[in-house]
Protein backbone atom coordinates (compact mmCIF):
# COMPACT_ATOMS: atom_id res chain seq x y z
CA UNK A 1 0.00 0.00 0.00
CA UNK A 2 1.14 3.76 -0.80
CA UNK A 3 0.04 6.10 1.40
CA UNK A 4 -0.07 9.85 -0.19
CA UNK A 5 0.16 12.84 1.97
CA UNK A 6 -0.49 16.51 0.09
CA UNK A 7 0.77 19.75 1.25
CA UNK A 8 1.05 23.46 -0.32
CA UNK A 9 -2.18 24.52 -0.82
CA UNK A 10 -3.39 27.79 0.46
CA UNK A 11 -4.91 31.41 -0.63
CA UNK A 12 -2.97 33.25 -3.78
CA UNK A 13 -4.10 35.63 -5.75
CA UNK A 14 -4.57 35.69 -9.65
CA UNK A 15 -1.29 35.67 -10.93
CA UNK A 16 0.29 33.60 -8.09
CA UNK A 17 2.33 30.73 -7.72
CA UNK A 18 2.36 28.03 -5.43
CA UNK A 19 3.75 24.68 -5.01
CA UNK A 20 2.30 21.43 -3.76
CA UNK A 21 4.06 18.50 -2.35
CA UNK A 22 3.00 15.18 -2.08
CA UNK A 23 4.53 12.76 0.24
CA UNK A 24 4.52 9.01 -0.03
CA UNK A 25 5.40 6.52 2.44
CA UNK A 26 4.41 2.65 2.68
CA UNK A 27 6.01 1.85 -0.59
CA UNK A 28 8.93 3.27 -2.77
CA UNK A 29 6.67 5.22 -5.51
CA UNK A 30 9.69 4.76 -8.24
CA UNK A 31 8.07 2.36 -9.68
CA UNK A 32 5.06 4.24 -10.40
CA UNK A 33 3.56 6.93 -12.53
CA UNK A 34 2.12 9.59 -10.47
CA UNK A 35 -0.36 12.47 -11.01
CA UNK A 36 -2.10 15.44 -9.71
CA UNK A 37 -6.15 15.55 -10.38
CA UNK A 38 -8.69 18.07 -8.77
CA UNK A 39 -12.39 19.05 -8.11
CA UNK A 40 -13.79 22.00 -8.10
CA UNK A 41 -16.96 22.35 -5.99
CA UNK A 42 -20.07 20.94 -7.49
CA UNK A 43 -17.65 19.77 -10.77
CA UNK A 44 -16.36 16.05 -10.85
CA UNK A 45 -12.59 15.57 -10.47
CA UNK A 46 -10.27 16.42 -13.22
CA UNK A 47 -6.85 15.30 -14.14
CA UNK A 48 -4.12 18.14 -13.90
CA UNK A 49 -0.65 16.21 -14.59
CA UNK A 50 1.02 13.05 -14.66
CA UNK A 51 4.52 12.34 -14.52
CA UNK A 52 6.36 8.64 -15.77
CA UNK A 53 8.47 6.92 -13.26
CA UNK A 54 12.13 8.16 -14.42
CA UNK A 55 9.89 11.59 -14.69
CA UNK A 56 10.79 11.81 -18.72
CA UNK A 57 7.03 11.99 -19.80
CA UNK A 58 4.46 14.25 -18.57
CA UNK A 59 1.32 14.62 -19.83
CA UNK A 60 -0.84 18.03 -18.59
CA UNK A 61 -4.65 18.90 -19.15
CA UNK A 62 -5.25 21.29 -21.86
CA UNK A 63 -5.91 24.07 -18.93
CA UNK A 64 -3.00 24.40 -17.16
CA UNK A 65 -0.08 23.28 -20.24
CA UNK A 66 2.57 25.98 -20.16
CA UNK A 67 1.53 27.07 -16.53
CA UNK A 68 1.69 24.23 -14.32
CA UNK A 69 5.05 21.89 -13.82
CA UNK A 70 4.96 18.19 -12.64
CA UNK A 71 7.93 16.92 -10.85
CA UNK A 72 9.70 13.89 -8.59
CA UNK A 73 11.96 12.94 -6.34
CA UNK A 74 11.96 9.66 -6.09
CA UNK A 75 15.20 9.70 -3.37
CA UNK A 76 13.02 11.76 -1.93
CA UNK A 77 9.23 9.55 -2.44
CA UNK A 78 7.91 13.05 -2.88
CA UNK A 79 5.92 14.60 -5.92
CA UNK A 80 5.78 18.57 -6.18
CA UNK A 81 3.17 20.01 -8.60
CA UNK A 82 4.64 24.16 -8.98
CA UNK A 83 1.67 25.84 -10.65
CA UNK A 84 2.41 29.35 -12.01
CA UNK A 85 0.20 32.28 -13.31
CA UNK A 86 -2.92 31.29 -11.25
CA UNK A 87 -6.72 31.72 -12.15
CA UNK A 88 -9.65 31.41 -10.10
CA UNK A 89 -10.61 28.87 -12.20
CA UNK A 90 -8.00 26.53 -10.26
CA UNK A 91 -9.59 27.01 -7.12
CA UNK A 92 -10.17 23.11 -6.12
CA UNK A 93 -9.15 20.67 -3.81
CA UNK A 94 -5.66 19.42 -5.32
CA UNK A 95 -5.12 15.71 -4.79
CA UNK A 96 -2.17 13.14 -5.58
CA UNK A 97 -2.39 9.64 -7.15
CA UNK A 98 0.21 6.96 -7.69
CA UNK A 99 -0.07 4.32 -10.51
CA UNK A 100 -1.83 6.86 -12.44
CA UNK A 101 -2.82 5.39 -16.28
CA UNK A 102 -4.50 6.55 -19.26
CA UNK A 103 -7.24 4.46 -21.02
CA UNK A 104 -7.21 4.86 -24.79
CA UNK A 105 -10.31 6.88 -23.99
CA UNK A 106 -8.22 9.39 -22.98
CA UNK A 107 -8.85 9.65 -19.22
CA UNK A 108 -6.73 9.15 -16.38
CA UNK A 109 -7.51 7.04 -13.03
CA UNK A 110 -5.30 6.18 -9.98
CA UNK A 111 -4.52 3.67 -7.51
CA UNK A 112 -3.77 5.48 -4.63
CA UNK A 113 -5.33 8.82 -3.42
CA UNK A 114 -4.51 11.35 -0.54
CA UNK A 115 -6.41 13.38 1.08
CA UNK A 116 -6.11 16.60 -1.01
CA UNK A 117 -4.91 20.13 -0.26
CA UNK A 118 -6.93 23.10 -0.54
CA UNK A 119 -6.13 25.56 -3.20
CA UNK A 120 -7.68 29.37 -3.43
CA UNK A 121 -7.26 31.57 -6.03
CA UNK A 122 -9.17 35.02 -5.30
CA UNK A 123 -8.65 38.67 -5.15
Known amino acids: QVQLVESGGGSVQPGGSLRLSCAASGRSISNYFMGWFRQAPGREREFVARISWNGVTKDYADSVKDRFTISRDNAKNTVYLRMNSLKSEDTAVYYC????????????????WGQGTQVTVSS
Open 97 to 112: AAGVSRTQSGTYSGNY
